[in-house]
């Protein structure tokens, strides 16, 4: 019981110790203490952000696909030519039918806007139907160049053919990988 009365006794005397200091312990700002900056935003590394966040970005996120590594793994487990043949109709299918997707998308998307430019220039809003058919102007340049792209395409240009051709190398590269490997285990074995 000596120890709860040392304690109750320790007690005792810190209220009387501050009861007999009138001073007071000043106020600190919270900002002191607390960030309240926002977490996401990062002053130390600028960055950039590239693409237009319109439909014509799905087309160049298709064509900086990593097809390399892909293919390398299709090569793994099946190294079969017809295999890669057959991959490689499929991505060109695919691209086939993402320029069809996004061309549909920005003919909705001209009509949509050429139905608020009649509205809005009825009402005489015309700052607003001046943005508005500037934005048309860039959906219209947006489709002559996807329809530039699927020329290019057809005719073989590189920056168009870049991922078939990234797809060859990985399915190459696949198949180099598992010769070694089948060499280095055949070695062991004798």
């Known amino acids: 019981m000596g120890i709860f009365n040392f304690l109750f006794k320790k007690k005792d005397t810190d209220n009387t110790d501050k ?19 926002d977490p996401n935003y990062n ?12 439909p014509i970005d799905i087309i160049y996120g ?52 050429d139905f608020h430019i009649k509205s809005r220039t009825e009402a005489g809003l015309t700052d607003l139907v001046e943005l508005l058919k500037s ?4 959906y219209i340049k947006h489709v002559e160049e996807l329809n530039h792209m699927k020329n290019d395409l057809e005719q073989g240009e590189l920056y168009m053919t870049g991922l078939f051709q990234s797809y060859e190398v990985g399915f190459t590269k696949g198949l180099a990988s598992l010769s070694i490997h089948n060499l280095k285990i055949d070695n062991n074995s004798l």
Request: proline fraction near 6%; charged fraction near 35%.
């Open 43 to 54: 002053t130390s590394s600028p960055s950039l952000e590239f693409g237009t966040k319109l």
């Open 19 to 37: 009861s007999s200091n009138p001073e007071e312990i000043p106020d600190l700002p919270r900002n002191l203490f607390v960030d309240e900056s």
């Open 62 to 113: 298709f064509l900086k696909e990593d097809y390399e590594s892909k293919a390398y793994n299709d090569a793994l487990v099946n190294p079969d030519k017809s295999y890669k043949e057959k991959n490689l109709t499929i991505i060109k299918s695919n691209l086939e039918i993402k320029f069809k997707q996004v061309l549909l998308k920005y003919e909705d998307m001209i009509r949509e806007i």
């Open 135 to 138: 934005r048309k102007e860039t």
